[in-house]
């Protein structure tokens, strides 16, 4: 039974899946080496909840106890209470090695242990495990915003077994989300089918096609995608993006994953879609 998380990473995708475990009733180590990040990351999951006490969607005694149920720490030590681990940090997975490296000798053996990555290898990521960790490992790709977004990705490693799909299926479904289950292949299911997607209305906009407006507005209009594609990739972030698109191009080595050079000089510059206010489009601050 998945009672106390630890989740490592307090930042756009920590704070959202941190939210919504204790939102289901479980309580959560929101955990970053920087006490001060952790705590911003708890200060925005307040917010979210303030913001849906205000629009009537929740009450101020269930906020308080939701919050309640998470902790900002900065002791990687906490994950030996845990029952489930799940790693949010920034996607290189060096990083994400050395973090998993660390949690694995502190967590307890019953512990389940999941990466949000959104395009790195499990079993790459699992080589930083010992073996007998192996089967208890997976992919738990959660998309943003996390408590709005209803999909979890489970990606399963060559080692992952049943005994932990079955527990992250359960759990996924008691935090209100539907899985989709892939195979550990480049991408995963929907990076696979979206990278080359962006890329493609990356390349119309850099041969001169149409304008980003009329490019999103095509897919918006003609392809009835709720969101146009320039627009996608400033929201989930140009340099996660092109990020994505490079483990895609390294690992697989098709033409249709390079980063196409509109993307590479935007990230180059500091534009990175709508965090830093500019990317393919403006967003003027408030």
């Given at each position: 039974?998945?009672?106390?998380?630890?989740?490592?990473?307090?930042?756009?995708?920590?704070?959202?899946?941190?939210?919504?475990?204790?939102?289901?009733?479980?309580?959560?180590?929101?955990?970053?080496?920087?006490?001060?990040r952790a705590e911003a990351g708890r200060a925005?999951?307040?917010?979210?909840?303030?913001?849906?006490?205000?629009?009537?969607?929740?009450?101020?005694?269930?906020?308080?106890?939701?919050?309640?149920?998470?902790?900002?720490?900065?002791?990687?030590?906490?994950?030996?209470?845990?029952?489930?681990?799940?790693?949010?940090?920034f996607e290189d997975e060096d990083a994400k090695?050395?973090?998993?490296?660390?949690?694995?000798?502190?967590?307890?053996?019953?512990?389940?242990?999941?990466?949000?990555?959104?395009?790195?290898?499990?079993?790459?990521?699992?080589?930083?495990?010992?073996?007998?960790?192996?089967?208890?490992?997976?992919?738990?790709?959660?998309?943003?915003?996390?408590?709005?977004?209803?999909?979890?990705?489970?990606?399963?490693?060559?080692?992952?077994?049943?005994?932990?799909?079955?527990?992250?299926?359960?759990?996924?479904?008691?935090?209100?989300?539907?899985?989709?289950?892939?195979?550990?292949?480049?991408g995963f299911i929907v990076n696979r089918i979206?990278?080359?997607?962006?890329?493609?209305?990356?390349?119309?906009?850099?041969?001169?096609?149409?304008?980003?407006?009329?490019?999103?507005?095509?897919?918006?209009?003609?392809?009835?995608?709720?969101?146009?594609?320039?627009?996608?990739?400033?929201?989930?972030?140009?340099?996660?993006?092109?990020?994505?698109?490079?483990?895609?191009?390294?690992?697989?080595?098709?033409?249709?994953?390079?980063?196409?050079?509109?993307?590479?000089?935007?990230?180059?510059?500091?534009?990175?879609?709508?965090?830093?206010?500019?990317?393919?489009?403006?967003?003027?601050?408030?």
């Open positions: 039974m998945i009672r106390h998380c630890f989740v490592a990473g307090a930042g756009l995708m920590g704070h959202g899946i941190a939210q919504i475990l204790a939102t289901a009733g479980r309580t959560v180590d929101l955990y970053e080496p920087d006490l001060a925005r999951i307040a917010g979210n909840l303030d913001r849906a006490v205000a629009k009537g969607r929740l009450d101020a005694t269930a906020r308080q106890e939701i919050l309640d149920r998470i902790a900002a720490t900065d002791r990687i030590t906490a994950a030996a209470e845990a029952d489930l681990v799940v790693e949010a940090i090695r050395a973090l998993w490296a660390s949690i694995d000798g502190l967590a307890p053996g019953r512990a389940i242990f999941a990466t949000n990555t959104s395009s790195i290898s499990i079993d790459r990521l699992a080589e930083a495990l010992a073996p007998a960790r192996r089967p208890s490992f997976c992919g738990m790709h959660f998309f943003s915003p996390v408590p709005v977004m209803p999909l979890v990705e489970l990606i399963r490693g060559t080692a992952t077994d049943d005994a932990t799909t079955d527990a992250v299926c359960a759990l996924a479904a008691d935090l209100g989300k539907r899985v989709i289950v892939s195979a550990d292949r480049p979206l990278m080359p997607l962006l890329a493609e209305a990356m390349r119309a906009l850099e041969e001169g096609i149409g304008t980003a407006e009329d490019i999103d507005t095509g897919a918006r209009v003609g392809l009835n995608h709720p969101m146009g594609p320039l627009a996608l990739a400033d929201f989930i972030g140009l340099d996660v993006v092109l990020g994505i698109m490079r483990v895609l191009h390294a690992d697989l080595g098709e033409e249709r994953f390079r980063p196409p050079r509109v993307l590479e000089d935007l990230v180059a510059s500091g534009k990175l879609g709508q965090k830093s206010g500019t990317g393919f489009f403006s967003y003027p601050r408030a």
